[in-house]
Structure formats: structure tokens, C-alpha cells
């Protein structure tokens, strides 16, 4: 999943020693625990291992000795936005299989999940951008990015996440850096989180591992029952609670009010000996009859006759997009002609979960268009706006529906 907090001010002076609390993680090593992306950082000749001096001088909006982000549009006190933490966190089956049974593979393949979720966040950077008296807005693709990868929950749980902090700045196209318009990487953090999954669910399954398929896009590994997985999931107990106090649900609240939920119920990080932490999760994973040797086996199934042939992840990523393509816009029409590209990827990608990545689902967007099936709405920027961005309208011609495909 993928929470997201903006960052104040205020949180400039606890945010390194918090992120940075990832140096004593048993994997720090496994993979990039702490490491700077976008083209931004590159810009800014910032590469590998975050550094700490240049993180929080970055968070406070320093380029430069002599350069420093403008944020005049924004008050000057405490609550002047400094950045947005966008955390990834992985299904609880996957971070017990990584940091119980010590599957590195794992974490490395989370780590690849982040990254290209964090380029789809890049290609939505924008800025303004005065341009004869009047205000534009311009997409310059590309952020700052420190990310910080976690192994616990406050509640002392196994949950693999990564924290990755966006500075709140961005180079314009004339060379000037300018505070980042955060807008539409908010709007779109339920896309980003499902790009994360779907990467995730496919580098999963080319380590070996089924997956099983749970509500609104998420998922989990099949050899762990969600009985076993409740002896871990102390954290979601919270959340519920929180809902439950204002009569909601997890599936009658919206992405808003889980969202306030998750942050309200937050507690206070403490410190942790590391050694003990990994003996009390051993002794939970026994009680709890969890296999970590179940790899490529669903709970309750006989390997020599469970035939996988039909399942989704075993469709050819182009046929699984063209249905899930097919399937976003049967759903997403049915009351409405123009649909937000947003909204379709968002659809479109949970359709596909384990069977097709972002990029195919891209492909086929782009293919139904070319064809005349979709018709992309001309931009308003002065810049073409990045995907997920725009908006379509269905073209007179129909898309077909692909072979094998559900009614």
C-alpha cells in the first residue's frame, strides 16, 4: 500500500533522525536501505547513500550556498511545506518472508517496485511558471528524492516500507529551481500505489512465488493464510479501531478517511533491541504454523494437481492488458463518456494485478488510441502534460473485447 504525508517545517528537525533510523536494520545492506533518485538528484550530483547535512539542508529548501527555493506563495512559519513523505509498504506476507525467513531477494525486489514507482510520481512534477504576466503551470519531470527503507512497524510488527521523501523543489526549464506543485502527485498517490503492487506482484512471481488476490487491488502470498497473517497484523487492528470509532469500515471508508485513520493512529517510534525483536518474531511465526518453505503453493493446495494454467498471472502481459484496459473502460463508462487517464491506469492497473505492469497497461492505452478506440483530450499546459494527467473520451469506433476474455 502507499500512504502519503506532507511534510511541514515543523519536521525539519526530527525528519533525519527519523528516516535515517533504517542504518540499524538487519538488510541495510540487502539492496539501497537509504538512497537519493530522480533526475533531479542527478542534477544536483547526488548519488547513493543519502547523506544526512544534505538531506535536512535540502528539506529546508537550500540548493546552494547562494540558491535557495523561493516559497512566497506559501506562509512563513511552521507550516510551509517542505516536502512529501510517500510511503511503500509491503503486504505483511511478503515483509515475513523477507525479514523473518530472510529472503533478500525480496527486499531487493521491493526495492525495484519503489523506484519505478517513484519515476511515474517524477514524470507528474510540475512547477509555475509566469510567462507574460499571466501564471502557467509546467511539467519538468523531474524531483529530488531520498528514500529510506524500514523493516518495523511502531508496532514492533515486521513491515517492510520504504519512506520516500519528494523535496518540495524542481528545475524549470529555464534553469530555475522553483518550489514543486505538489497537486497532482497527491492526486495520484492511489495509482502510484497500485503501480508499486503490480511491479511488485510481478517481481514476486518471477522469483517463484503465487499470489493471492484480495479486495481493491492487494494481495498477498498465496502459501500464507490470512488466519496466519492476522497473528501479525497488530498495526491494521489499530486502524480498524480508529474507523470503528467513527461507525466505518475498511471497505465503507474512503481513501480519505483511511488515510487520517492510519495517521491518527500512529505511535510514538521507540527504540528497539533488534536481537530480542527477531526472537519474539520467530516465536509468533511458530505459534502461527506459518511454512516459509511454501513457495510456489497456495494454502490448502496440493502442488501435483492445482493446475495454474487459467490463473491471471499466467495470461501473456498483452492479453491481460488489453482486458484490463477493456474492463477499465466498461466500468469507468457506464454512467460517463470522459474518463481522467488517472482514474483509467488507476482501474486498469488493479484489474491486471499479477498478470500485467504499469508499462503494459500504458501500451495498450496507447494502442486503443492510435486506433481511434480512446481520443486523448488536447492539454492544457504549456508543456504536454505526463500520463494519467489528461483525460479520454470514447472514440466511435469499439474496442474489441480480447479472445478468452470474461463477458
Do not use: C
Not at 500500500?1 to 538487519?26: I, N
Not at 525495484?112 to 501564471?135: C, D, M, P
Amino acid at each position: 500500500m502507499l500512504s502519503h504525508k506532507v511534510m511541514t517545517r515543523q519536521d525539519v528537525g526530527r525528519a533525519a533522525s527519523y528516516y535515517e533510523d533504517a542504518a540499524d536494520d538487519y538488510y541495510a545492506k540487502e539492496g539501497e536501505a537509504t538512497e537519493w533518485q530522480g533526475k533531479g538528484a542527478e542534477d544536483l550530483g547526488l548519488e547513493g547513500p543519502v547523506d544526512s547535512d544534505r538531506f535536512r539542508e535540502l528539506l529546508a529548501g537550500k540548493i546552494s550556498d547562494d540558491v535557495r527555493i523561493s516559497r512566497a506563495s506559501t506562509r512563513q512559519d511552521s507550516k510551509q511545506r517542505i516536502g512529501i513523505d510517500l510511503t511503500f509498504s509491503a503486504p505483511k506476507s511478503v515483509s515475513l518472508q523477507a525479514l523473518v525467513h530472510g529472503d533478500a531477494e525480496i527486499i531487493r525486489a521491493h526495492d525495484r517496485a519503489v523506484s519505478r514507482a517513484v519515476e511515474l510520481a517524477e514524470e507528474r512534477a510540475q512547477a509555475r511558471h509566469k510567462i507574460n504576466g499571466k501564471t502557467h503551470l509546467e511539467t519538468t519531470g523531474n524531483l529530488v528524492v531520498a528514500k529510506f527503507r524500514h523493516e518495523t512497524s511502531r508496532e514492533r510488527d515486521p513491515q517492510l516500507h520504504t519512506h520516500a521523501i519528494v523535496m518540495n523543489l524542481t528545475k524549470r526549464s529555464d534553469g530555475e529551481w522553483r518550489a514543486l506543485k505538489n497537486d497532482e502527485i497527491i492526486k495520484t498517490t492511489k495509482y502510484l500505489g497500485a503501480a508499486y503492487r503490480a511491479e511488485l506482484a510481478h517481481e514476486l512471481q518471477r522469483l517463484g512465488y503465487q499470489i493471492r488476490h484480495e479486495r481493491d487491488g492487494m494481495f498477498e502470498l498465496a502459501h500464507m493464510s490470512r488466519e496466519q497473517l492476522s497473528a501479525f497484523s497488530q498495526r491494521g487492528a489499530q486502524i480498524e479501531e480508529r474507523l470503528a470509532e467513527k461507525g466505518l469500515t475498511r471497505e465503507t471508508a474512503t481513501t480519505a478517511e483511511k488515510q487520517q485513520a492510519t495517521l491518527q493512529s500512529r505511535a510514538k517510534k521507540t527504540a528497539t533491541d533488534r536481537d530480542e525483536l527477531y526472537r519474539e518474531w520467530q516465536e509468533r511465526v511458530k505459534d502461527s504454523g506459518i511454512q516459509f518453505d511454501g513457495k510456489g503453493r497456495e494454502v490448502g493446495q496440493d502442488n501435483s494437481s492445482f493446475d495454474r494454467s487459467h490463473a491471471p498471472e499466467n495470461v501473456p502481459p498483452q492479453e491481460a492488458a488489453k482486458r484490463s484496459v477493456r474492463y477499465a473502460v466498461n466500468h469507468l463508462t457506464e454512467r460517463q463518456s470522459v474518463v481522467s487517464e488517472r482514474e483509467l491506469v488507476d482501474t486498469a492497473v488493479k484489474h491486471g494485478m499479477g498478470s500485467a505492469r504499469v508499462r503494459d497497461i500504458e501500451a495498450e492505452i496507447t494502442n486503443q488510441t492510435d486506433k481511434g478506440y480512446l481520443i486523448r483530450e488536447a492539454p492544457d499546459s504549456i508543456r504536454p502534460r505526463s500520463r494519467a494527467a489528461g483525460t479520454f473520451r470514447i472514440g466511435g469506433r469499439r474496442s474489441p473485447v480480447p479472445s478468452g476474455s470474461p463477458p
